[in-house]
C-alpha cells in the first residue's frame, strides 16, 4: 500500500511564501510523474504544477511565475515553492504521483490546506 504524505500547510498571509513537501510512503519501486494540484472553494480539482522524473516543469499557466516545483529523486520527495500568493490562492493542495509497484498507478494525497489571509 502506498501513501502519499504530504507537509507544509498552513496560514500565510497575503502577499507571503511557503513551501510544501510530499513524499511516498510504503512499498515503492520507479516513480515516474510527480505534481501538485489544488481545490479553491467552490471550484473543481486543478493542476498547479508537474515535474517529470529528469526534472522537467510544466506550470498552469496562470500560476507560472509565483509557483516554482522541484523535486529529490533521492529522498523520492517532490515540493511546490509559492511566493507572493493571494488570498485566491487559499486552497487544499493535493500531492500527485505516477508510481510503479506491481504495476504502474497514480496517487493522491490527502490534501494540506492552505490559507491565505488577506
Known amino acids: 500500500q502506498v501513501q502519499l504524505v504530504e507537509s507544509g500547510g498552513g496560514l500565510v498571509q497575503s502577499g507571503g511564501s511557503l513551501r510544501l513537501s510530499c513524499t511516498p510512503a510504503?512499498?515503492?519501486?520507479?516513480?515516474?510523474?510527480m505534481g501538485w494540484y489544488r481545490q479553491r472553494p467552490g471550484y473543481g480539482r486543478e493542476l498547479v504544477a508537474t515535474?517529470?522524473?529528469?526534472?522537467?516543469?510544466f506550470y498552469a499557466e496562470s500560476l507560472e511565475g509565483r509557483f516554482t516545483i522541484s523535486r529529490d529523486n533521492a529522498k523520492r520527495t517532490v515540493y511546490l515553492q509559492g511566493n507572493h500568493l493571494y488570498p485566491e490562492d487559499t486552497a487544499v493542495y493535493y500531492c500527485?504521483?505516477?508510481?510503479?509497484?506491481?504495476?504502474?498507478?497514480?496517487?493522491w494525497g490527502q490534501g494540506t490546506q492552505v490559507t491565505v489571509s488577506s
Open positions: 500527485n504521483a505516477r508510481i510503479l509497484t506491481q504495476r504502474w498507478l497514480t496517487y
Open positions: 510504503g512499498s515503492v519501486g520507479a516513480i515516474d510523474t
Open positions: 515535474i517529470g522524473r529528469d526534472g522537467g516543469p
